[in-house]
């Protein structure tokens, strides 16, 4: 748990050394939207925060429905990158932000929940106005190098525990991996060495390395390691096996309650106008159901089929997971 603790402080240190530039970026004195034309909006750019690094699957559905949504809305959505933590210094940087509608934030509720869990951050989605959920990952694998011994969850867990601490899990600490890392421990009694390895990219660099025994990261990252035989899945964290990926099996069939859900959803700064909040969700929802280049570049790059919540559903499936993250608090932190 040291590893946490020093990834907390890191934090800390990042937003001290941020706090300048926040208060040059933040919110306006007037904190109200109700200066904001809902007839007219929006009439300006949008700017969209993005929480993860370019590259990612983060990144990837942020700036795929930021470049479709400006067909939609008729004025540019315009990605902005602001990393670190997990996503937690941009969180913490926006959440009390204008609320005229003109900056919103994309992320994903593994780390949204994850952090909170963890203790790496002190919000949650209730700090923000939920705009839409608008996206399933093909689901984070657990993968072993394709010479390892291990074929299935059942086996990587009984060996763990046939040999305690010996066995290495990459995860990125405060994130939905590191909570999966937790529930393999709580719930099925594996004793893996929990390594922090960072993003799923230096994760993959370090069970292709040889740095670490199993880790768990996107399926879409993994693809192309998993069919030149490098790499082999052993499950998906998934809590449902996904259309487009019905032959990979679900952790949770082998241990229960072992499912971690990335969805990517949008979120507005708390106190955002609840009709922009509608009208914003609106126009994602005709993106992701009836845009033919969304669907084409989600199934192709990402293995995801489009989906898409209202407010309300949104609000109720982030609320859920929090719950289910929740449980597991005091091993977390």
């Known amino acids: 748990m040291n590893l946490l603790k020093s990834k907390k402080l890191l934090v800390g240190l990042m937003m001290l050394a941020c706090s300048t530039f926040i208060a040059g970026c933040g919110g306006s004195e007037d904190k109200s939207a109700s200066g904001t034309d809902v007839d007219s909006y929006p009439n300006k750019p949008i700017t969209m925060i993005v929480t993860h690094a370019a590259g990612g699957d983060t990144d990837y559905n942020a700036r795929l429905l930021a470049r479709l949504l400006e067909e939609e809305l008729g004025q540019p959505v315009v990605p902005n990158n602001v990393t670190g933590a ?10 009390d932000g204008d609320t005229d509608g003109y900056t919103i934030i994309a992320t994903n509720t593994a780390a949204l929940s994850g952090n909170e869990a963890t203790g790496l951050s002190d919000f949650s989605y209730k700090d923000f106005e939920p705009v839409a959920l ?8 657990i993968v072993v190098r394709a010479d390892s011994p291990y074929n299935n969850i059942q086996e990587l867990i009984d060996a763990s525990k046939a040999n305690p601490n010996q066995l290495k899990f990459g995860v990125s600490m405060g994130g939905g991996v ?12 594996a004793k893996f060495t929990v390594v922090d390895t960072g993003d799923a990219a230096n994760r993959l660099t370090a069970l292709l390395g040889g740095h670490i025994d199993a880790t768990s990261i996107p399926y879409s990252t993994a693809k192309e390691y998993i069919e030149s035989g490098q790499l082999k899945t052993l499950g998906s964290l998934l809590s449902e096996r996904p259309s487009m990926l ?10 229960k ?3 971690v859900d990335t969805l990517y959803v949008v979120l507005a700064p708390k106190g955002t106008d609840p009709a922009v909040v509608e009208k914003l969700n609106k126009a994602i929802a005709n993106v992701v159901n009836n845009n033919k280049e969304y ?3 989600v199934e192709k790059m990402n293995f995801q089929s489009p989906w898409v919540l209202s407010v ?11 719950e289910h993250f929740m449980k597991y608090k005091e091993f977390l932190q």
């Open 86 to 95: 997990n996503g937690s210094i941009a969180l913490e940087q926006y959440k």
């Open 134 to 141: 608008y996206g399933k990952q093909a689901g984070e694998n």
């Open 178 to 189: 590191y909570v999966a890392s937790v529930i393999l421990d709580k719930e099925a009694g």
């Open 246 to 255: 019905p032959d990979i099996p679900t952790a949770n069939e082998t241990v």
């Open 257 to 259: 309650d072992l499912s």
């Open 295 to 297: 669907k084409e570049n």
């Open 312 to 322: 309300q559903d949104t609000i109720k499936e982030l609320d859920a997971q929090r």
